[in-house]
């Protein structure tokens, strides 16, 4: 299995995207989707953007590497009676069975940035995306601060080192690599737009417990913590990132958790 299929099938991230629910619809919301509209979302989890697209009345296909989150996805679709709105595994780095210049908004949060092959993931954004329409994707940050950005940080201290030739996912976080992977793909400088946006975690816990939730459900949190338990670390691991939600928590009531996070948005007019 690949390793970034196995990464992402390890856990349940249903459990996590939960709590990102109402920042996809806001993402969403910015990105004037019309009736019709064919829309492909890659590295799309479980809906949290295709299923708001679908609401709109697009076309939506979304792809995504994990088996379980494909499933989950199309689960809700059909419970939504979103007919317009299906899902099936494919890798970001090869499209297989998506059409040249065949959608006309391509949208990406937080999914594609995680393929193992960057450059191949540009180019095959391009390919699928008609002229005239839009790449969106949204990335986590490297040197940003913020939550999302520092948990996978400190989980990769953690974890096992990476295979040799690895690439770091949070590099599709910096503006000079994400303009440098497009034109390789053949995209002109003064067709990209980057920005630095916020995305909401909003969990019905105290951060404490949503750092449980990670431990339990999102891959690169299960993975350092199986080898900080190996090595006698999991809690020095667990007092580290619960001190770290704790000082990101914006919400003023008890047994509530509002985190957010910093994200560069990136918009590829083609």
């Known amino acids: 299995m690949d390793s970034n299929q196995a990464l992402w099938e390890k ?8 709590f990102m629910r109402d920042s996809g619809e806001a993402l969403v919301e910015g990105l004037d989707i019309r009736p019709g509209m064919q829309v492909l ?10 299923l708001p ?20 996805g199309n ?3 059909q419970a939504e009676g979103l007919d317009d709105c299906r899902f099936q595994q494919g890798d970001a780095a090869r499209l297989v069975g998506v059409a040249d210049h065949s959608a006309d908004l391509v949208l990406s949060i937080f999914g594609a ?16 995306t008609r002229r005239g329409g839009r790449i969106v994707m949204g990335n986590w940050i490297s040197d940003d601060p913020s939550f999302i950005s520092q948990v996978l940080k400190i989980s990769a201290r953690y974890a096992p080192p990476p295979p040799e030739g690895f690439i770091s996912p949070l590099a599709w976080g910096s503006e000079i690599n994400v303009r440098g992977r497009f034109a390789a793909a053949g995209v002109l400088p003064e067709q990209i737009r980057c920005s630095r946006e916020t995305y909401l ?4 816990m105290e951060p404490t417990a949503l750092i449980e939730v990670l431990r339990k459900f999102y ?6 913590f199986e080898a900080a338990t190996k090595a006698g670390t999991q809690d020095v691991l667990q007092r580290e990132l619960e001190a770290l939600a704790s000082a ?6 008890a047994h509530t958790t509002v985190i957010p996070a910093t994200f560069l948005k990136v918009i590829v007019n083609l």
């Open 113 to 128: 940035m995680f393929a193992s092959d960057p450059l191949a993931v540009a180019r095959e954004l391009v390919r699928v």
């Open 53 to 72: 697209a679908a609401r709109r009345g697009a076309r939506v296909l979304g792809i995504d590497i994990a088996r379980s989150l494909v499933a989950a």
């Open 248 to 253: 990101h928590n914006t919400s003023a009531r």
């Open 201 to 204: 975690f909003r969990a019905p």
């Open 41 to 50: 979302d890659v590295g799309c989890g479980d809906g949290t953007t295709a």
């Open 219 to 224: 891959g690169p949190a299960m993975n350092a």
């Open 75 to 77: 689960a809700r679709a």
């Open 11 to 18: 856990g349940d991230f249903t459990q996590v995207a939960a």
